[in-house]
């Protein structure tokens, strides 16, 4: 049984797919994502706001064509929207740090 599963997972095609930018072009772009993640631990203030706008925009974009592309790459688009849910986290977070908090502050006094 091992042998035949062996066999059916080493076709031409799937060496093929595995050994394309269609497959390790995700798995490499997963770092982008794994990385905000991580960063949602630290402190708020060193969430640069741009950079933040920029990457959610971009996998926005790549989100796209993730799925326009022929043939659908949903690797990538899996990628792309992990990637944009965690930067829209992250500009929650600095949006809160930098502008809801100095209002909370100011109500107090």
Known sequence: MSK??????LTKENKDYLMSTHFWGPVFNWMIPI????????HPKIISGKMTLALTLYSMV?????WKVQP???????CHITNAGA????????LNYHYGQ?????QKK
């Open 87 to 94: 930067q829209l986290t992250q500009g929650y977070r600095f």
């Open 72 to 78: 659908r790459n949903l690797l990538l688009f899996a």
């Open 35 to 42: 990385a905000t993640i991580s960063d949602t631990r630290k």
């Open 102 to 106: 100095q209002k909370e502050s100011e």
């Open 4 to 9: 035949r599963l062996t066999k059916s997972l």
């Open 62 to 66: 790549f989100m796209r064509f993730a």
